[in-house]
């Protein structure tokens, strides 16, 4: 898993730490297997988040191709463009955000608080658009200005989900299974969030890579069916073994999407969700965020009240942030 020939830049507080959940687990009872919190909320960039490990390889791309700014896409109140924005102000590079409304809700705490507001703290410049093709018109002026100015643009794909990215969760599984080897435990699965995919694609890299019998099992949070998150992520994850010169054409059975938590549709609340979030704050004091987190969490006692897991084996909830977007839901806590 020798990364050091991909350009990179130190952006995340790394490693992240690995903890029990030891109070959640006596909260979900007997049959409940050891619970660990693999806590990537903890990557130190603008409140953090998963998508820190992605940008360092990204943004490490941006700087070897001499890219003067960078351009990327997401909706309103994405996590992503959050910490886009912030490695952008970190490393000097103007940064244009184009976030598309996505999400059914027209609150003014949607609109103004949560991630939009650490956008514009962060001085990314913020176009709120209404679809796919107003998105592209976004995007065309943005370059435009940029090419005028004198200025190359690096384009960061939605989520940072392309096999660049996915390099940052080949490292991140390597780094659990490092803490879990001196932890003294063997790790049954990695639950996480899943809705772009390059999350998933490189933890899937990384444990093909590892021969690990570890689980990689992501929850839908994005897409109406399952079978098209998996369809992403394995793409993404023979992308990223090609990139890293291991000629693979198939993972798929490594590619485990657990559906049928993601409630109404892609960012908003749901009552398992609510329950989720609210149980870990009480539990453990962790926040978790209502778009990805809260419902990955869901899924996890879900499946745990099914018996999905066995009661002797370790499983790590990946928690890839957005607590900063928990202000943007207020009401779907109120109460």
């Known amino acids: ?41 903890c990557t130190g960039l603008a409140t ?39 490695a952008a102000a970190k490393l000097g590079l103007p ?11 027209d609150s003014a705490a949607y609109g103004q608080s949560g991630n939009v507001l650490l956008d514009g703290l962060l001085g990314a410049r913020v176009h709120v658009v209404k679809d796919d093709k107003a998105a592209s018109a976004a995007f065309q002026a943005a370059a435009a200005a940029h090419s005028q100015a004198g200025r190359g643009v690096y384009v960061v794909p939605i989520g940072g989900s392309n096999a660049v990215g996915s390099l940052g969760y080949v490292d991140a599984f390597n780094e659990i299974e490092g803490q879990a080897e001196a932890m003294g435990i063997t790790v049954d699965a990695i639950v996480h969030g899943s809705s772009s995919g390059g999350t998933q694609a490189g933890l899937v890299a990384g444990a093909t890579l590892a021969d ?21 992520v394995h793409a993404l994850a023979i992308e990223t073994l090609h990139l890293m010169g291991i000629p693979l054409l198939d993972v798929s059975p490594r590619v485990q999407v657990i559906d049928g938590y993601q409630g109404a549709g892609y960012g908003i609340a749901s009552d398992a969700m609510r329950e989720a979030v609210e149980l870990v704050a009480r539990t453990e004091g962790l926040l978790l965020d209502p778009v990805y ?41 109120a109460g």
């Open 212 to 232: 690990s019998a570890t689980r990689i099992m992501g929850v839908n949070v994005y897409k109406k069916h399952g079978a098209d998150i998996a369809e992403t």
């Open 1 to 41: 898993m020798d990364l050091s020939r991909f350009p990179r830049v130190s952006l995340g507080h790394l490693p992240t730490p690995l903890e029990p959940m030891g109070r959640l687990r006596a909260a979900l009872g007997p049959g409940c297997p050891a619970l660990y919190v693999k806590r990537d909320d």
């Open 48 to 86: 953090g988040g998963n998508k820190t490990r992605k940008l360092e390889f990204l943004m490490g791309e941006a700087l070897a191709q001499g890219a003067g700014a960078v351009v990327t896409f997401g909706a309103v109140q994405s996590n992503h463009a959050r910490q886009t924005a912030a």
């Open 95 to 105: 940064c244009d955000l184009i976030l598309i409304e996505m999400v059914a809700r």
């Open 293 to 333: 987190a809260g419902k990955a969490m869901a899924a996890l006692i879900g499946e745990v009240r099914k018996g999905a897991f066995h009661a002797k084996q370790p499983v790590v909830f990946l928690h890839t942030g957005g607590t900063a977007a928990l202000s943007a839901y207020v009401d779907a806590f």
